[in-house]
């Protein structure tokens, strides 16, 4: 066998691997009730402690193509689940409640950052995670400001930590507030990050507050597309800035500023929208999505250590907390101001 063959060869195991993982950790979630831990968290977290005990050179190009390039068509295939007719009439809903806490983690965040001394990718994966939609968030824009796959897991790990505590929480608060089905369901879809956690939490409180918590959720993922857009755009300035500090001056490329997923991820959404993809379609294209996000955080886990997590130290953790009961605190408040309550 040629050189080139074997490396090929090395390559594709490398990537079985991670799609191998991603299939026990799809399997894994189903057999456990409640949705509350998502295939994502688990993939993650097992490819980190594989990565402990087995982590050899010539799986590196494998790890690195799974993490970027299929991480990309997962979110490329996801809007393929969303419905511009849903965003529209939810959206004016819910409108006023996503501003706020939009504004409170991005905001917010900025200001939190400093106290913690996080990097300000790491702060911004982690307010992305907790103000879109957790994990699916935290996977668009990680690509566009070229995060390292150890913040990216770091940024997991945070608003996993927050959702475990909220699937319990929310509905016990929820009840002891008097909320109606309306008012629970814009509280948990607004600032329970991610989308197992927000029906989870949902229809622990009723049917009805599970089923508009999760339309609401669905609303709030399209708000990746202008977020991923504007850190494309810082990213790119950022570069631009370095370059010139370098001596290497380069005008700022707008199609570099706008990466080609998200526009594969908005032409997808308009097709479903429209009726163009049957209901069928669309689901299979959703439930691949999640299998290649899956596929992706496997290969993230397995390019990370525990080692990395402690070198982070709390700080990454005790900083999403923080934001994430920011969060929670101001879409209660925009639910109360809207006279829901």
């Known amino acids: 066998m040629s050189p080139k063959a074997k490396e090929r060869l090395l390559f ?15 399997f894994l979630e189903d057999l456990i009730p409640g949705g509350v831990l998502g295939a994502s968290i688990i993939a993650l977290f097992a490819g980190t ?18 993490s970027k390039r299929v991480l990309k068509a ?22 006023f409640v996503m501003v706020f806490t939009f504004a409170m983690c991005f905001g917010g965040g900025y200001l939190i950052r400093k106290l913690f001394k996080l990097n300000w990718k790491l702060s911004n994966l982690i307010s992305a995670g907790t103000g879109i939609c957790g994990g699916s968030a ?6 566009v400001i070229d995060a390292d796959d150890k913040d990216i897991a770091f940024a997991l790990s945070s608003t996993f930590l ?7 929480l929310y509905p016990l608060m929820g009840k002891a507030l008097g909320m109606s089905d309306i008012a629970y369901g814009i509280w948990a879809g607004t600032s329970v990050n991610d ?19 999760t339309m609401v959720k669905l609303t709030r993922t399209i708000a990746i597309i202008p977020t991923v857009l ?39 959404a308009v ?71």
């Open 12 to 26: 594709v195991c490398g990537v079985a691997i991670c799609f191998a993982l991603a299939g026990v950790s799809v």
């Open 49 to 66: 402690v594989i990565n402990s005990f087995f982590h050899p050179a010539w799986m590196k190009p494998a790890l690195k193509f799974t």
């Open 74 to 95: 997962a979110i490329v295939l996801l809007g393929a689940s969303l419905s511009v007719n849903t965003i529209m009439s939810v959206g004016k809903m819910t409108f």
């Open 138 to 143: 935290i996977a668009a824009i990680a690509p």
């Open 162 to 168: 927050f959702d475990m505590l909220m699937i319990a």
């Open 195 to 213: 989308t197992a956690s927000v029906v989870a939490s949902g229809y622990a409180f009723s049917e009805a507050a599970g089923d508009f918590a």
């Open 230 to 268: 504007v850190f494309a755009w810082i990213g790119t300035r950022i570069k631009q800035k370095e370059l010139k500090a370098s001596g290497e001056g380069k005008k700022v490329n707008l199609m570099k500023i706008i990466p080609w997923f998200i526009g594969g991820f908005l032409a997808l």
């Open 271 to 341: 097709l479903n929208s429209t009726g163009v993809i049957p209901a069928a379609a669309s689901l299979i294209l959703k439930r691949t999505s999640k299998f290649l996000m899956v596929s992706a955080l496997a290969a993230i886990g397995l390019n990370t250590s525990l080692l990395d997590f402690k070198k982070a130290g709390l700080k990454p953790m005790f900083y999403g907390i923080t934001i994430d009961t920011l969060v929670t605190l101001t879409a209660l408040g925009g639910v109360w101001c809207m006279g829901l309550m």
